[in-house]
């Protein structure tokens, strides 16, 4: 019964504060990549934590394995932050849709855009497969 009490007790100081949320080399990495972020808030999952922070006046998310590697970031973007071939395509196959959300991913393999499109009977869920082009990913 001690130890159940111990862990539950434990469990709730884990999301006190950052420090508390993620391991010490998690902390290190982020820190040493993101010197001067504010507003940094952990939460963990079961193989990764995530932080979602503002870095140069921009909200981002970076995601880590428990080891400290960052396995990769994200950020919410304008259309008009997109490679000039998406923000083409996009215009010339969906215009009639508008844009209910828009981020970039970048990991160790590159940046890919997602971005969800609508209009009054549709969603649609496009991925970019290069700088060049979209593929549906959903559609609902």
Excluded: C, H
Aim: charged share 20%; glycine share 4%.
């Amino acid at each position: 019964m001690i130890i159940t009490l111990a862990v539950a007790v434990s469990s709730l100081f884990a999301f006190a504060g950052e420090g508390n949320v993620v391991n010490a080399e998690v902390l290190n990495a982020f820190n040493k990549e993101f010197t001067g972020a504010t507003d940094v808030q952990w939460t963990s999952r079961d193989n990764y934590f995530r932080a979602n922070f503002v870095f140069n006046d921009q909200y981002v998310s970076a995601f880590y394995s428990a080891d400290g590697e960052m396995m990769g970031l994200t950020r919410n973007i304008s259309s008009l932050q997109l490679p000039i071939k998406l923000q083409t395509k996009l215009k010339k196959s969906y215009s009639n849709y508008w844009i209910s959300d828009l981020f970039e991913v970048s990991n160790n393999d590159g940046t890919k855009y997602y971005i969800t499109v609508e209009d009054a009977d549709t969603k649609i869920i496009l991925q970019s497969t290069d700088y060049n082009s979209w593929t549906k990913t959903a559609k609902s």
